[in-house]
């Protein structure tokens, strides 16, 4: 028998889920029909659900009874029996008067695909803030569906859809639950000031950041860690990666040393996925401003996904949402090594392919990373008093130092500094 963090008993329910997808027929959707069932699918395994099979419904519109027909509901229904189904998973949002009305007809759990993303969310926050965000998104898209959601709960259990708040907790009015989005915007709100006091810290040092995004199971935690084993970083620094979707949910902040000694923090974000609920978004934001105040974006991309280009969108759309769509990015291509043939990826200025695991082209993305991060530092000749050893001690050990020469009056240095050793140090640079 499991326990939870409150001592409650977890129900050790088989999640049998059956996906169900609708076909209007129009294609304004950043993923395909197929594509985007074979995410839910991936989701589906995510969130701890077995999938035993797909249904893909086409009809000029939405029901608004049963956002399928009725008649489709009953035919899912007798494959729910047939298969043993205990749960029905839509690829879009529902209402909550759609979710009572297909539990009542199909006698099984219904979720849709935002209350399994924000369930997923709910298992993988670690930190404070992270459950915080969660529980937020959760509350605010359970709020007007509290009624629906009455018997999807007593169904779940302990099962996919039902982590987080908690039943106790939906079983608040509408008066207690707005009170505690206010008391989780309050908390929020006092991290981000926390977040914010770093952030001018950062700045007033002048130590460039560069944010990683991209989809989910990009690879980005995974380049992370490479970055930080090459640069000769603590192992102890590296954070969670694995080959599944929303491995990473809590911004990590890393400081990199490269052999130059130029130093930038490196951010890993949690990633994005399509149909992304707006709740979720506006819940991150808060963490993803980091990647509005970062001076380089690296979008790294799965070259493996058949997709690709659709996901590339995805993640344009909710950066583009965040106003930094402008912002100097690089494009890096990852998993080329699975790649059989590559006819479309081509490196360029801004694009690199690359592999994480296996090492493959991040020798460039460092140099790139360099060149358009430090751009700004200058080239120049120092005099160091003899007796000003500690100011020679400083510039060796902190700036990439490229010639070192004795001569009668004291030292000659010559290197590169940031605006604020420029400044610091002026009275010694006698060229540059």
């Given amino acids: 028998?499991?326990?939870?963090?409150?001592?409650?008993?977890?129900?050790?329910?088989?999640?049998?889920?059956?996906?169900?997808?609708?076909?209007?027929?129009?294609?304004?959707?950043?993923?395909?029909?197929?594509?985007?069932?074979?995410?839910?699918?991936?989701?589906?395994?995510?969130?701890?659900?077995?999938?035993?099979?797909?249904?893909i419904q086409k009809r000029p519109k939405v029901d608004s009874t049963f956002y399928i027909g009725k008649g489709k509901a009953d035919e899912i229904k007798v494959l729910c029996d047939m298969l043993d189904a205990n749960l029905v998973i839509f690829n879009e949002e529902l209402s909550g008067a759609q979710i009572r009305n297909l539990e009542e007809r199909m006698e099984v759990t219904v979720l849709d695909r935002t209350a399994l993303i924000l369930d997923i969310f709910a298992q993988r926050a670690k930190s404070?803030?992270?459950?915080?965000?969660?529980?937020?998104?959760?509350?605010?898209?359970?709020l007007p569906r509290l009624v629906g959601?009455?018997?999807?709960?007593?169904?779940?259990?302990?099962?996919?859809?039902?982590?987080?708040?908690?039943?106790?907790?939906?079983?608040?009015?509408?008066?207690?639950?707005?009170?505690?989005i206010t008391d989780i915007r309050r908390q929020i709100d006092e991290v981000k000031k926390n977040r914010e006091?770093?952030?001018?810290?950062?700045?007033?040092?002048?130590?460039?950041?560069?944010?990683?995004?991209?989809?989910?199971?990009?690879?980005?935690?995974?380049?992370?860690n490479k970055i930080l084993e090459i640069c000769e970083q603590d192992i102890e620094k590296s954070v969670f990666a694995k080959d599944m979707l929303f491995a990473t949910l809590d911004?990590?902040?890393?400081?990199?040393?490269?052999?130059?000694?130029?130093?930038?923090?490196?951010?890993?974000?949690?990633?994005?996925?399509?149909?992304?609920?707006?709740?979720?978004?506006?819940?991150?934001?808060?963490?993803?401003?980091?990647?509005?105040?970062?001076?380089?974006?690296?979008h790294v991309v799965d070259s493996t996904n058949e997709d690709y280009e659709g996901?590339?969108?995805?993640?344009?759309?909710?950066?583009?949402?965040?106003d930094?769509?402008?912002?100097?990015?690089?494009?890096?291509?990852?998993?080329?090594?699975?790649?059989?043939?590559?006819?479309?990826?081509?490196?360029?200025?801004d694009t690199l392919e690359i592999s994480a695991t296996k090492e493959i082209g991040l020798?460039?993305?460092i140099e790139k990373i360099k060149e358009k991060i430090f751009s700004h530092m200058k080239e120049v000749t120092l005099l160091i008093p003899y007796d000003k050893g500690n100011v020679l001690s400083y510039l060796c050990d902190k700036t990439n130092v490229s010639n070192q020469e004795y001569v009668e009056n004291g030292t000659l240095v010559k290197t590169r500094l940031d605006n604020i050793d420029y400044n610091k140090y002026n009275q010694y640079i006698i060229e540059g």
Avoid at 129 to 142: I, S, W
Avoid at 197 to 223: D, F
């Fill in 1 to 55: 028998m499991q326990f939870n963090e409150n001592n409650e008993v977890i129900l050790e329910v088989k999640q049998r889920a059956i996906l169900v997808g609708l076909d209007t027929g129009k294609r304004n959707e950043i993923l395909t029909m197929e594509n985007s069932l074979e995410e839910l699918k991936e989701l589906t395994k995510a969130a701890g659900g077995e999938v035993i099979d797909t249904i």
């Fill in 128 to 142: 404070k803030e992270g459950k915080l965000q969660v529980e937020l998104a959760q509350l605010k898209y359970r």
């Fill in 149 to 180: 959601l009455g018997r999807s709960l007593s169904r779940t259990g302990a099962g996919i859809g039902a982590r987080g708040p908690g039943e106790t907790k939906l079983e608040l009015d509408r008066r207690h639950i707005l009170e505690r």
């Fill in 197 to 224: 006091v770093q952030r001018k810290q950062r700045q007033k040092n002048e130590i460039p950041v560069v944010a990683l995004v991209g989809y989910t199971n990009a690879g980005k935690s995974t380049l992370m």
């Fill in 251 to 298: 911004t990590t902040h890393r400081k990199i040393t490269l052999p130059s000694k130029d130093e930038f923090i490196l951010i890993d974000t949690v990633g994005f996925v399509s149909k992304l609920p707006h709740d979720l978004v506006d819940a991150f934001k808060a963490t993803l401003e980091e990647v509005q105040d970062s001076d380089l974006l690296i």
């Fill in 311 to 322: 996901q590339m969108r995805v993640t344009n759309s909710v950066l583009k949402e965040l």
């Fill in 324 to 349: 930094v769509e402008d912002k100097s990015t690089i494009l890096a291509y990852n998993k080329i090594d699975r790649l059989e043939h590559n006819n479309i990826l081509k490196d360029n200025d």
């Fill in 363 to 365: 020798d460039k993305l």
